[in-house]
C-alpha cells in the first residue's frame, strides 16, 4: 500500500513539469499582431499621440523667404508693405509686390503717393530711388521740397491702352506707373505735360526718367499719353529703351493766325455811329413836279 502511493506521487511529480512545458510551447507558437504604423489614423475615443507618448507636434511650414529687394526697401527709405501675391487671367498680376505709400526722403521728409500705388517691389523701388536722387535735388533747386507725386495709374489688370484684346499692359503685371504731377510744399505743382511750367525743368524730369526706366512715354508718342507720363520696367531683348516724350514749347503768346497789326498810315476805319445819339439818316424831300400844262 505505502509502495503504490509512493509510486503515485513519483508520477505526478513527473507529469506537472511536463504538462507546463507543453503550455508554454504553445504560448510561443500563438503570432503576436505587428506595431501600429505611425502615420494610420488615430482609433476611435483614443488620446492624441502627442498625449500618449510624449512626442512634440509637427513643426508648422516656414514663412516665405523675402525677396533681396523687399530686405532693400526698408521703412528709412519708402512706406511700403508686402501684399499678397495676385495671380490673375491671362497672366495678370504678379509676385513680391507692395503697396508703395510715401517714399522717405534722406530727411525723413515722405513725398506721398497719392493715391498709393500697388507695385512690384523692383518698381516701386525704382519709384523710391528716382524721387529720392532726381526729384528732391529738383524741387531744392525751385526752393522747395515735394510733397505729393500724382499717380494717375497703377496696377490694373488691362490690356495696353485699354483695348480690348490688346497684349496685356505692363499694369496689368503692376510693374508701371503713370504720373501726372508732381507737387511741392510751397503749394505749386509741376504738371509734366503742362507747356507753361519751364522748359528746363521738364527736360530734367524728362533725362532723369529716361536713365532709369525701360519705358517711358508722354506726349507725342501716341494720343494716349497726352496728359501723363507712363513708367515701366519692362524687360526687352538687349536691355532695349524706349523713351518717347516730346517737350513742346509754349503756346506763342499772339496765336499765329491772327491778323497783324494795322499800320500807323493806314487811313481812320469808318465808325458805325451810336443809334442812341444819331437819330439816323433824315430823309430827303422828293422834289416838287413841275405844273403840268392843261391840254386844249
Known sequence: MVTAVAGLLVLAAETVPAVAARKSGLAAAVPLPRPRPADAPPLEGAAPAATQSGAERPAEPAAPVSSACRLALTDAIAIAPSIPDIHGAGGCGGEDLVRLEAVVLPDKRRVTVRPAAILRCAMASAIADWIRSDIAPLAANLGSVISDLDNFDAFECRGRNRIVGAAL????????????????????????????????????????????????????????????????????????????????????????????????????????????????????????????????
Open 169 to 296: 499692359s505692363e499694369h496689368g503685371r503692376a510693374n508701371a506707373l503713370d504720373v501726372r504731377a508732381l507737387k511741392l510744399a510751397n503749394g505749386q505743382s509741376i504738371a509734366l505735360t503742362d507747356r507753361t511750367v519751364p522748359r528746363e525743368v521738364r527736360e530734367n524730369v524728362l533725362h532723369s526718367v529716361c536713365a532709369r526706366f525701360s519705358t517711358v512715354l508722354g506726349p507725342g508718342s501716341d494720343w494716349y499719353h497726352e496728359d501723363h507720363i507712363h513708367l515701366d520696367l519692362m524687360e526687352r531683348r538687349n536691355n532695349y529703351k524706349i523713351c518717347q516724350w516730346n517737350v513742346w514749347d509754349p503756346l506763342p503768346q499772339v496765336a499765329p493766325l491772327l491778323p497783324a497789326q494795322r499800320p500807323e498810315e493806314a487811313p481812320p476805319r469808318e465808325v458805325a455811329a451810336d443809334p442812341a445819339t444819331d437819330p439816323g439818316p433824315v430823309e430827303a424831300t422828293p422834289p416838287a413836279k413841275p405844273p403840268t400844262k392843261k391840254r386844249r
